[in-house]
């Protein structure tokens, strides 16, 4: 019995022409792909269908012939696509395998009829009917891939899609030795990068000028790890993924967590119904050793699923510590994934992903480049800086303390240089031009260096079709970050700012050494998502929970003023609950192409803290004695005194508790503190598909970062800071063209934010006239830009990628202390009150392009694939801080980066591939991060983190499974 393209001699189930030798190699029909079918036959969307699926189908002739279908468009699996199209008529589909389904009429054909049609269907398999024409874009050998996005929380083609996003690849992370964080900024227009107190490893994102003070409990950037909020993540999350999405702007509807710069979204690679894997290797200069690998197997076919993927990357520092030949900025991290999805039933899946990141590195180096001794307040005459900073401590314990010869503050012993205002601040003076003498690449520092980070992410998501056009899913998340740290975040200055938080009993002779930061969080999202009115309506709604606490007990732990021991326990407890509703309406019927879409979210925040300040001296047989001296000569009472000297020197530190701290001098209380916020978020657009694909699009929205508390603030109106909010207006152009035989990819963003309330750490009144650090609201900014990203490629094999955004953004308002002797934007000022509006906001260059090549060699298949390509990113100035007016030096100039890579996949028809890379190839000297703090009114101090010099290196990685074959 023959079975022919469309032909059903048997009268019961008919071949569709899904046997196809031509059909993709790597399609899976559990996998969700794009779909863009118009009306046309229903025999013909099954044949576009079955190609682009790569699967079989059987049906009659008869049973499909005369019906026609809507235009279908979407992420859809195999299965729901065809469920899809066969709604309103009698049939239905069954998989009967993977890559083998059966479409019937809801009364099930004759068993034998199938199992013969299924007989038939293997007989004939080795000589299949020709396949169907691909669509042009495929047949162009030149095209340009389609992505699928989940920027509106289902997939979608990125072309299609009415929203700034941005889109990175493995394949971008591969081509580096190891890929940061801060490498994002390379290849996504409007996002920037910064590392934050000294650490590279304290990543802050920041989107169109919005990102995060320090203080504050939430960034305005969100990362997320699988669909729920996370609060770091390391160069050690950048494998095995599906890719990184990036969302410009204002993300107050549609995601767990509200926020208003926008979204960083990796999403791991799910498992898969083959067997597939990997193990590579990378080495290369600095000591680069890279190991990673993937495992993935069908437990039971299409069933049960597991996937496991694994990361080890080793470099050694490329700055040298002489004091002890420590390598500062290496690299050493594991992390390990496994996934797990679960499919018992047809409609019903549940997917588990374990996701564990461990560093382990030696840490930051920050190297001094200046201090500032401190001048004489033109208005006031006091003097800040260095020497305002430290006389008042250093007078409390004359002669109780000296300087070694490596310029550390010790207890004073015969042969130290005794601690004075004038020996400390030549000390300082002499170890920067000792650092100037050194190099960014060298640093003297005694005290202690290291970071250590356990990353813990659970995800457990649950899908289940309600209705052909009805879906719910929930996502439970829990999240666990520790920290150990120690660091000299300011440079190596005689422990003047010494972190050694997690270290610091080597140094105060007590201390409890415990994390930096203990952070956990449960979450859990509902939506219910689906289409209505014939699929022209497209809606969701959904209800978010998250919960965070501290999971141990943990301080910041600083050595200041090289005297005293300072520790700040400060525990928060948040919680956000939220609700939401969106929707999008096709109205083609009235105007083909033309989509209105909305939403709207409310959010309650509460936040709850204890926060204690402890302060002692470092240990010193000499210090009480001293201490008690000075007090009799301040005409205290002996009794009095005595009691004071020792309670001060004496009194241990209740390190990792928030309670009553009676020390002498440095008296504290546990503070509580605890508010609550709400708001309304929205979002409401439109979009326009021209008839050749091309579309327009205007988006409004609102977003909100949550409030907080205050725990250092010491008067009750200083205790909390409010919600800060941003008002967006975006229009935006995406559109593919074909001009004769270029192929161009244009995505364009043009956007206008209202910034306001913005929370920024600023100096205010304090009890006695002393300033406070506090977060407050400090300023509001208008922030305007445009947005391009382009792909063309002009000729067979060769693509070129470029992208640009400039960035318009400065505060707004007056300066309300203009003048005066607290003025904010007056760096000779020895106290300031406020914030000062002529800062430019930080972290925000106004200008960034990034230019890429990538030209696969025209060789012959036998040999392999052969790409070579190199990509150029370039960032105008940008403010390493909020305080660039009071310190010029804060601003990092324009610099530029070249980096080149090559790949050779499928070595000779084998299972390898060989790779190249070297960043940075021009060996640019540039800052990462800068704690600039030379005003007046600060400590007098700037250190600078510098980048990673030039690096080069090989991989090698093995294929097997399902991927052997390229």
Request: charged residues 15%; glycine residues 10%; contains cysteine.
């Amino acid at each position: 019995m023959k079975f022919g393209l469309f032909s059903a001699t048997m009268g019961a189930v008919g071949l569709a022409a899904s046997l196809v030798a031509a059909a993709p190699a790597n399609a899976q029909s559990s996998a969700p792909h794009v779909v863009q079918i118009g009306a046309m036959s229903l025999d013909q969307a099954l044949h576009t269908l079955a190609y682009q699926f790569g699967i079989q189908l059987l049906y009659a002739e008869e049973d499909v012939g005369g019906v026609q279908v809507k235009p279908l468009r979407g992420a859809y699996t195999a299965e729901q696509a065809i469920r899809r199209l066969l709604r309103g008529t009698s049939l239905v589909v069954e998989m009967r395998s993977a890559d083998t389904a059966v479409i019937r009429h809801v009364a099930a054909p004759n068993p034998r009829v199938v199992r013969a049609a299924f007989a038939q269907v293997a007989e004939t398999a080795p000589s299949p009917p020709p396949a169907p024409p691909p669509p042009p874009q495929q047949a162009a050998g030149n095209a340009l891939q389609e992505v699928v996005v989940t920027a509106r929380r289902t997939g979608e083609n990125l072309q299609t899609v009415p929203v700034a996003v941005s889109v990175v690849t493995q394949k971008t992370f591969n081509a580096k030795g190891v890929f940061t964080p801060e490498d994002l900024a390379e290849t996504v227009p409007g996002l920037a990068t910064a590392a934050i107190n000294g650490n590279r490893s304290n990543v802050v994102f920041s989107i169109r000028g919005q990102n995060l003070a320090f203080g504050t409990l939430f960034p305005a950037v969100i990362t997320y790890f699988n669909e729920i909020p996370v609060t770091q993540i390391s160069p050690g999350s950048f494998f095995d993924l599906s890719n990184v999405q990036v969302l410009r702007g204002p993300q107050g509807v549609l995601f767990g967590r509200v926020t208003d710069g926008g979204n960083v979204m990796l999403t791991p690679a799910h498992p898969v119904n083959r067997v597939d894997g990997y193990v590579g290797v990378k080495i290369g200069d600095y000591g680069l050793t890279s190991f990673s690998g993937m495992l993935n197997a069908p437990i039971v076919s299409d069933k049960l699923m597991a996937r496991g993927a694994f990361q080890i990357d080793r470099r050694d520092g490329f700055t040298t510590n002489l004091y002890n030949g420590q390598k500062l900025d290496n690299v050493a991290s594991e992390a390990f994934r496994f996934g797990l999805t679960f499919r018992p039933v047809r409609g019903f899946e549940n997917y588990t992903v374990v996701s564990y990141q461990h560093t382990h590195d030696n840490g930051t180096a920050a190297i001094v480049s200046a201090i500032n001794p401190g001048v004489p307040d033109p208005i006031t005459g006091k003097v800040g800086g260095v020497v305002g900073t430290v006389t008042g401590t250093f007078g409390l314990f004359p002669g109780a303390y000296g300087l070694n010869a490596n310029g550390d503050v010790v207890p004073f012993r015969p042969g130290l240089t005794p601690l004075t205002v004038p020996n400390y601040l030549a000390n300082l003076q002499g170890m920067v031009a000792r650092q100037a003498g050194l190099g960014p690449r060298q640093i003297f520092q005694t005290g202690p260096s290291f970071d250590r980070r356990d990353n813990l992410y659970v995800v457990n998501t649950s899908t289940a079709d309600l209705t052909p056009d009805i879906q719910f899913k929930n996502i439970f998340g829990y999240v666990r970050v520790t920290e150990y740290q120690a660091a000299a975040a300011y440079g190596p200055a005689g422990e003047y700012q010494l972190g050694c938080n997690s270290a610091c009993s080597l140094f105060a002779g007590s201390g409890a050494n415990l994390p930096r930061v203990s952070q956990q969080q449960f979450s859990d999202e509902v939506r219910i998502a689906g289409k209505s009115f014939n699929h022209r309506l497209s809606w969701s709604v959904g209800a978010y929970d998250d919960y965070q606490r501290p999971g141990e007990p943990f301080e910041n732990d600083t050595i200041s003023v090289g005297i005293l021991h300072r520790t700040v326990v400060n525990y928060v407890t948040t919680r956000e609950k939220a609700g939401s509703g969106w929707a999008e309406y096709d109205a083609s019927d009235f105007a083909p192409g033309l989509k209105f879409n909305g939403g709207i979210r409310y959010t309650n925040d509460t936040v709850s803290s204890v926060q204690a300040n402890y302060v002692s001296p470092i240990a010193s047989a000499l210090a009480q004695s001293a201490l008690l001296s000075v007090l009799l000569a301040r005409g205290t009472p002996p009794a009095a005194a005595a009691a004071n000297a020792s309670a001060t020197v004496n009194t241990p530190i209740p390190f990792g508790q928030c309670v009553s701290f009676l020390g002498g001098s440095f008296p504290s209380n546990c503070i509580h503190y605890a508010a609550s916020f709400d708001a309304v978020t929205w979002q409401a657009g439109a979009s326009y598909q021209l008839p050749s694909g091309q579309m327009f699009y205007v988006k409004g929205s609102r977003g909100y970062r949550p409030g907080g508390v205050n725990g250092t603030a010491t008067t009750p109106g200083l205790s909390l800071y409010q919600p800060e909010k941003d008002q967006s207006v975006e229009i935006g152009f995406k559109g593919d063209f074909h001009i004769q035989d270029w192929r161009i990819r244009t995505d364009i963003a043009l956007y206008h934010d209202n910034y306001a309330n913005i929370q920024k750490n600023v100096k205010v009144p304090g009890p006695g006239g002393i300033p406070a650090s506090i977060i407050t609201n400090a300023a509001n900014a208008v922030i305007q830009g445009a947005e391009l990203e382009l792909t063309v490629q002009p000729v067979r094999n060769l693509t070129l990628d470029f992208h640009y955004a400039y960035t318009d953004a400065h505060f707004t308002g007056p300066n309300i202390y203009a003048g005066q002797a607290v003025d904010p934007c007056n760096p000779k000022a020895q106290a300031i009150l406020g914030f000062c509006p002529a800062n430019r906001l930080a972290y925000t260059p106004r200008n960034q392009v990034g230019v890429s090549a990538e030209y696969k060699l025209p060789l012959d298949e036998a040999i392999g694939s052969v790409t070579i390509g190199a990509d150029y990113y370039y960032q105008s100035s940008f403010a390493e801080t909020d305080s660039s007016a009071l310190n010029p030096e804060a601003i990092q100039p324009g610099y530029g980066l070249l980096n080149l890579n090559a790949s050779w996949t499928q070595v000779f028809g084998k299972p390898f591939d060989i790779s190249f890379f070297m960043t940075n190839v021009t060996n640019a000297l540039y800052a990462q991060a800068m704690d600039d703090l030379l005003q007046n009114s600060s400590i007098g101090v700037n250190a600078i983190v510098y980048g990673p010099p030039r690096m080069f290196g090989f991989g090698l990685k093995y294929r097997f499974g399902a991927g052997a074959g390229g």
